[in-house]
């Protein structure tokens, strides 16, 4: 898919656009974003100090207004990437309506997002860096999300192509995790010479790479903002 191409299906301020009219394809569009995005928004509100029952109550009150409330419907391009302006309207909902939300009883409210609580709990307790402020650790989880939807994606293309378990054995050298295995070995494994493995790697790198760009520009409006949130991408990782 070319550059173009990505920014038309997928920029947000088109998905917010079309859900104005009730387009089920925009809503669609819209709630696979805000999918990736609820983690990083759970931890954000737990830092902030609710407690976890809290701040479940709050991350699935939040999307359900985000899809059933056309909560964005006044949304602005000029207001900013699509993360810093989901930040800002939970900070909104946080501010302004936290009292209303709290009402609902625990069970009560409509589940917009499958979770398991013990799972985002435990995911939670794995942060750490107490001293991060909520907008940082927003960022790390928004970076470490980015790059986990692009590495399902690059799985799932080799999947398709009947290719899941070459990918599997390399997908350490791409990931950047410790391969516990030397070039040599590894190409001995799946039948390559080390000078063939080594340029399988460098093109499942570049194609990761090329995901990465991809899944950030769901959520910027402009093509030249691409490379900035890549920067911003490495920063929030560093």
């Not at 602005?76 to 309207?89: H, I, K, V, Y």
């Not at 307790?125 to 690059?154: C, I, K, N």
């Not at 390399?170 to 001995?188: H, K, T």
Request: hydrophobic content about 40%; overall charge negative.
């Amino acid at each position: 898919m070319s550059e173009g191409a990505v920014f038309i299906t997928t920029r947000w301020s088109v998905v917010l656009t079309a859900g104005e009219k009730g387009s089920d394809e925009a809503t669609s569009a819209l709630a696979e974003l805000c999918r990736g995005y609820w983690y990083p928004l759970y931890a954000y509100v737990r830092r902030k100090g609710y407690s976890r029952e809290e701040a479940q109550d709050l991350t699935q009150e939040f999307f359900s207004r985000v899809l059933e409330r056309n909560y964005f419907g006044m949304a602005d391009r000029r207001r900013g990437r699509f993360r810093t302006f989901l930040l800002a309207s939970l900070e909104h909902f946080l501010a302004k309506e936290w009292n209303r939300a709290h009402r609902l009883k625990r069970g009560g409210g409509r589940v917009f997002i499958s979770w398991e609580a013990e799972e985002a709990d435990s995911r939670y307790e794995l942060e750490g860096a107490d001293e991060w402020s909520p907008a940082r650790l927003f960022d790390r989880r928004w970076a470490l999300t980015v790059l986990e939807e692009a590495m399902a994606a690059l799985q799932a293309e080799h999947e398709t192509d009947g290719r899941l378990s070459f990918f599997q054995a390399l997908r350490p050298w791409i990931s950047g995790d410790d391969p516990g295995s030397s070039y040599a070995e590894l190409a001995r494994h799946v039948g390559m010479t080390d000078g063939a493995l080594r340029v399988a790697v460098h093109r499942l790198r570049r194609r990761y790479g090329e995901l990465v760009r991809a899944e950030i520009a769901k959520g910027v409006d402009r093509p030249e903002d691409v490379e900035e949130e890549v920067r911003h991408l490495f920063a929030a990782l560093g």
